[in-house]
């Protein structure tokens, strides 16, 4: 079993950014997936980014060039870090371990 913990939403404002972390309580240094999704209100769960344990990246076209995702395998942590932040990115963002774990979510509002 996995825990994973994500931290780092909030409400920001249009145009704006937010890092979010997700602490795992085993390595991912191994782990060739770890990967951030997002769900919506009234929307299915959708995949945005992903890094293997090599370090190669892959997003969402929705996401190109605004999200980059990285990993701390020192301290079992991956990242997103949001920028240029738009209304319709408002949703529960959850991050996945390996494939096989998914953490709680932490909830990201963008609004004016």
């Known amino acids: 079993q996995v825990q994973l913990v994500e931290s780092g939403g909030g409400l920001v404002q249009p145009g704006g950014s937010l890092r979010l972390a997700c602490a795992a309580s085993?390595?991912?240094?191994?782990?060739?997936?770890m990967g951030w999704s997002r769900q919506a209100p009234g929307k299915q769960r959708e995949w945005v980014a992903s890094i293997t344990s090599g370090g190669t990246t892959n997003y969402a076209d929705s996401v190109k060039g605004r999200f980059t995702i990285s990993r701390d395998n020192a301290n079992n942590t991956i990242y997103l870090q949001m920028n240029s932040l738009k209304p319709d990115d408002t949703a529960v963002y959850y991050c996945?371990?390996?494939?096989?774990?998914w953490g709680q979510g932490t909830q990201v509002t963008v609004s004016s």
């Open positions: 996945n371990w390996g494939g096989a774990f």
């Open positions: 085993r390595s991912i240094f191994r782990i060739n997936y």
